[in-house]
């Protein structure tokens, strides 16, 4: 079993940042696929990015070039760097591990961009 614990959600103005964190219950070694995803009210979850052995990284269209998700292997985590926050970033955002080919999902941590 694996657990996933997000953090750094919260409310911003547009054209502002967040770094949202998980924390995996285990080594983050043992995780080949991770990622984040969001899910905004009425709309189905999408994929924001992934990380894939480390380093390979693939991101939504709609966020390329403002968000960078890595990993840091020292405390364990994943991260998503969020800058230029748009309104239709509005969303609660979700970490993703694969494990043993099994998807594990975190609680969730709500991400509002408004003025």
């Known amino acids: 079993q694996v657990q996933l614990v997000e953090s750094g959600g919260g409310l911003v103005q547009p054209g502002g940042s967040l770094r949202l964190s998980c924390a995996p219950s285990?080594?983050?070694?043992?995780?080949?696929?991770m990622g984040w995803y969001r899910q905004a009210p009425g709309k189905e979850r999408e994929l924001v990015a992934r990380i894939i052995a480390g380093s390979m990284t693939n991101y939504a269209d709609s966020v390329k070039g403002r968000f960078t998700i890595s990993r840091d292997n020292a405390n364990n985590t994943v991260n998503l760097q969020m800058n230029n926050l748009k309104p239709e970033d509005t969303a609660v955002y979700y970490c993703?591990?694969?494990?043993?080919?099994?998807?594990?999902w975190g609680q969730g941590t709500q991400v509002t961009v408004s003025s």
């Open positions: 993703n591990v694969l494990w043993h080919f099994r998807s594990y």
């Open positions: 285990r080594s983050i070694f043992s995780f080949n696929d």
